[in-house]
């Protein structure tokens, strides 16, 4: 079974920027597309951005402009780099296949976004 393992997450002021992980423990080479989520205090999981095995993205109106998807395959690596970061992006953020896979969800990493 694939374990999904987010990093990179932390305190940080409005305006700054964060680069969140995602180490897969197998190849993601052969994956059609993987994506990153973020669920809120008392809020549903939501996609944030996805990432096709060709390159190309997509990204919830929210963010668009701000973050960026990428991923390596190479080093079974999945990245989101996160800019002019705001008080509501603060969410616990998770990386998985697009469409998820309900049993390869992982411990997410928190992101706070507070002045």
């Known amino acids: 079974q694939v374990q999904l393992v987010e990093s990179g997450g932390g305190l940080v002021q409005p305006g700054g920027s964060l680069r969140l992980s995602c180490a897969a423990s197998?190849?993601?080479?052969?994956?059609?597309?993987m994506g990153w989520y973020r669920q809120a205090p008392g809020k549903q999981r939501e996609l944030v951005a996805v990432?096709?095995?060709?390159?190309?993205?997509n990204y919830v109106d929210s963010v668009k402009g701000r973050f960026t998807i990428s991923r390596d395959n190479a080093k079974n690596t999945v990245y989101l780099q996160m800019n002019s970061l705001k008080p509501e992006d603060t969410a616990v953020y998770y990386c998985?296949?697009?469409?998820?896979?309900?049993?390869?969800w992982g411990q997410g990493t928190q992101v706070t976004v507070s002045s």
């Open positions: 998985n296949h697009f469409p998820y896979r309900p049993d390869y």
């Open positions: 990432i096709v095995k060709g390159g190309s993205t």
């Open positions: 197998g190849s993601i080479f052969s994956v059609r597309a």
